[in-house]
């Protein structure tokens, strides 16, 4: 079988083995991947991220997948971008709920006002200014208090005359709640200071007057279920265990303490506290 000396023998039956191993090592990594493939698909959702091979399988298969479908929008580092109205995927700045796997997986499948009959699309922005609803003076007020709740109070008058607008006439509580903690289920944000549109004056008064439509695609149709379900794994393992929620929440309160003095001279109760 083998020609030449004791050293060629050995050297030939070095490489024999050494390519079985690496066959072997190649076989079982197939094998494994596919297992761990085939727990991503069949376990709860909610069950995935106490598995940690599992977590690491879903991040790996979803990189290529989210850099060719989701970067442009939400950037390569998954925190959005300036010139983009999409979220930081990886804090508290996500407008629909993300507390979940399951719900993350909703959003991705059908996506937001996409056209698709399960996409969300409960409500969007409305015009305010354009609908004539409110007038642009009154959309400034408005657009200082929102912007009161999470930055230093410019003009008090301004806040005061904001908030009453706020909680009567264009009724903004009804999605955003009475204390500025929003409504998820509505996507409507919380104002703590996550802007997607901008948090500056003139940005808060564009969104009020000229409303907001913003929409994801549905990838149900073009994207496996495998690759649905890593890309929502990953997005919540990258936006869970940080600290952005609960410093949003805290510069959220700390914000309104500041304002509640001019605020509550004007003696309009809040809905959501009622």
Known sequence: MWNGGPKAKFLGLATLICASI???????????????????????PDDLPAHADIVNFAIAHARPVYA??????????????????????TGSSSIYDSSSVVSLEHTIRYGIRSGQSMGRNIADMPAFGLSGQLSSAEIHDVASYVQSLSQPVIDAKSVIRGHEIFENKGVCYDCHNGDGTGNRDY????????WLYGGDLDSIYHSIYYGRHGLCPAWADKLSSLDIIALALTVFEKSHGSNDTVSGSASLLKARAASAAFVTNASVPLHGNN
């Open 187 to 194: 996507g409507a944000p919380a104002f703590n200071g996550h």
């Open 22 to 44: 690496l066959s072997g090592w190649a076989l079982f990594s197939v094998l494994q991947s596919h297992a761990l493939e085939a727990e991503l698909l069949t376990l709860p």
């Open 68 to 89: 060719s479908n989701c970067a442009a929008c939400h950037g390569g580092d998954m925190r959005g971008r300036p010139d983009k109205p999409a979220p930081d995927l």
